[in-house]
């Protein structure tokens, strides 16, 4: 597919929790549990301006955080 063609908007939350592409709502976000693909398979949209360093360590503290605070409430 073409990255010139006209896609409708998708709905941020769910293209988010499903890992989905920003541009079109149907390509794969990621090929792993936390790799990110260097373009959408769908509409051909290039996510190598992303920065995938900043996801690990966001998820870890974000983990971290929540456990603490279920364990110490
Ligand atoms: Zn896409």
Redesign the pocket.
């Known amino acids: 597919m073409s990255s010139e063609q006209e896609?409708p908007p998708p709905p941020p939350l769910s293209t988010g929790l499903r890992g989905r592409?920003s541009?079109?709502?149907?390509?794969h976000l990621l090929s792993g549990f936390l790799k990110l693909r260097s373009h959408?398979e769908?509409?051909?949209?290039d996510y190598s301006n992303a920065n995938p360093a900043t996801c690990g360590p966001a998820l870890r503290q974000r983990l971290t955080l929540d456990l603490t605070a279920v364990r110490f409430p």
């Not at 541009?23 to 390509?27: L, N």
């Not at 769908?42 to 949209?45: A, D, K």
């Open positions: 896609w592409c541009h079109c709502g149907q390509g959408c769908v509409c051909g949209l």
